[in-house]
Each structure stands twice: as C-alpha cells, then as structure tokens.
C-alpha cells in the first residue's frame, strides 16, 4: 500500500495570482511553518494584508486552490531609487524540484514591472548553492554586497547554530544581459568547464576525512576570471562533517570580501564535474576600471 505522505506528482499546471482572502494569508502562515521549521516566527496574516495593500506584493502559486508556494516582499528605498525588496520566497517541501521557485521569481518580476520598478532586491546565504543556482544562473541577479551575520543568531531549523552571513542581490529586471539569461538559458557544461580549467581560484578545498571538501586557503582573484568555491551541499557538510561549517562560512566570507574590495563582481554560478567530482562556483571578473591582474598576496592567513 502506497504511503498517504508520499510526495505527490506535480500538478498540470500552477496558477500564479496576488492573495487576497484572509484564508490564503493563513496558509502562508502554514508554507512558513513547512519551510523554516522552528522557532522562528512567521509573518503574521495582518502584516501580510497590510503590505499587500500598500505597495508591497504578496504573490501565491496554487495548485487548485492549495498554495504551494509564494513570493513576499513591499517597496524599498536607498535614499536614491524605489525598488521592490523580496523578503521570503518558500515552496512547500512536497511541490520543490518542479522549478516553481523560477516560477514564482519569473510571476514576482512581471508584478514589480507592472508597478513601474526597475529592480528586485533580496537576500540568501552564500552556502546555499541551490540558491545561488536559481538567483545568480537562471535569474541573472547580481550579488552586490557581502553582508556578515546579517540576521544575528536565528532560531528556525535551516539556520539554528550557524551565522546568517547573506549576500544581497540585485536584480534588474530590463537589463539587457538579465533579459538574454531569462530568454536564452546559461552556459553550456562544456563552456563552464572551460572557463573553470582557465580561471583563478580564490578558495582552495581539499577532501576531508569525511569525504566532502574542506576550505584550505583564501587568495586574492588574479587573471580575467576567478572561480570562488562553495560546498555542493551545504546540509551534508552539517550532517557528516560538522566542524567544516564554520570553516566553510569564514572562508567564503574572507573571499567574498577581499574580491569586493578590488572591484570584482560575480558574474555567474555553475555546477561543474571535475574528475567525477560536482564543485560548486562562483565565477568573478574584473569590475570596470579594475586591474585584471592585481599583485597577489602570499600573507594570507588561512581560513578560521
């Protein structure tokens, strides 16, 4: 006999619409649970009503009238332009690997160029490579500022324990190079692999006692191009090599840092297989005006 909790299949299609019925904002409420199990606190259905009806978007992707997932953000300002802010954006477990995170960031952007925005900001931890997948390589979001322990210590299963370093993100909706990655997809494997062979790397990893890769030195980008390596995944870093974590998050932090400092910018993110093996990378170039071929540095301490 099949299991009642089994994952199910994934729906003919999702409909993508903004809440507006107290019952929906309750099962945002619910999605939240799912997701970030915990203590955290979910945003409550009056806030959700009070965004969604000042300037802020609430978007659901439903499946008949269940809702598998949605997008919440509200209107930001820099002192210089209006932008949207995206502040969660969550998938039931049940509805994840259908691609209807993409969806719902694809239904958020024609909602905020609707608005006559230009641009979406958020946040997500550098760790993540899933995350970074979706936001930087099928989105065409650029990371724009290193943000360390943003959050301080949260208490919700995903984040417990650890420091909520975030990179923020901007994403610019009409941009040319945004437009081309959204209509045309990313580099092929064979591209990435080539400019992974000819790139500089800023982390160096070796494998651990438990089989996954540790950090082992943080250097400065030199060349054209410049690979920055995150774990492939980050939750069996947590589960069979725990002490690595921390390791991992100081690591990406001193390289994030020190490659922003000199002016170079995160231009991609793939998934590359080298010798058998996935790695996951940033990819960084020079910013504009910026040497490509800085001195390196052979005082680096190694990662905390």
């Known amino acids: 006999m099949a ?13 993508f619409r903004r809440l507006s019925k107290p019952e929906e904002f309750r099962q945002v409420e619910e999605v939240q649970r799912r997701v970030w199990s915990g203590e ?39 002192g ?48 993540q490579s899933r995350n970074a997948l979706l936001n930087v390589r099928r989105l065409g979001a650029t990371p724009h500022r290193y943000l360390v322990h ?6 919700d299963a995903i984040n417990a324990g650890h420091e909520s370093d975030r990179l923020l993100v901007r994403w610019r909706l009409t941009d040319p190079d945004v437009v081309r990655r959204l209509q045309s997809g990313p580099p092929s494997a064979a591209d990435d692999a080539a400019r992974y062979s000819r790139s500089s790397r800023i982390v160096e990893s070796e494998l651990g006692d438990a089989g996954l890769r540790v950090p082992v030195g943080v250097s400065e980008p030199t060349g054209s191009s410049a690979t920055l390596e995150i774990p492939y995944d980050i939750g069996s870093v947590r ?51 910026t040497t490509a071929d800085p001195p390196s540095r052979s005082d680096a301490p190694p990662p905390a």
Not at 101 to 119: D, N, P, S, T, W
Not at 254 to 265: M, S, V
């Open 80 to 127: 210089e332009r209006l932008y949207h802010y995206s502040h969660l954006t969550a998938v039931r477990p049940e509805y994840q690997n259908h691609g209807l995170g993409r969806r719902l960031k694809l239904a958020q952007r024609e909602e905020v160029i609707a608005q006559g925005l230009e641009e979406v900001r958020w946040t997500f931890d550098p760790l």
């Open 3 to 15: 299991s009642t909790s089994a994952r199910p299949s994934a729906p003919a299609d999702f409909h």
């Open 239 to 289: 589960e069979h090599q725990p002490d690595s974590v921390r390791t991992w998050r100081h690591a990406v932090r001193d390289a994030f840092r020190a490659a922003f400092d000199l002016g170079w910018a995160v231009d991609d993110f793939a998934v590359v297989s080298i010798e058998h093996e996935r790695r996951s990378v940033y990819f960084l170039s020079p910013g504009p005006g």
């Open 150 to 155: 943003y959050y301080g210590q949260m208490a």
């Open 40 to 78: 955290g606190a979910p945003v409550a259905p009056a806030l959700q009503r009070a965004v969604q009806d000042n300037g802020g978007i609430i978007l659901g992707a439903f499946a008949d009238i269940h809702l598998a997932g949605f997008t919440f953000g509200f209107l930001g300002w820099d």
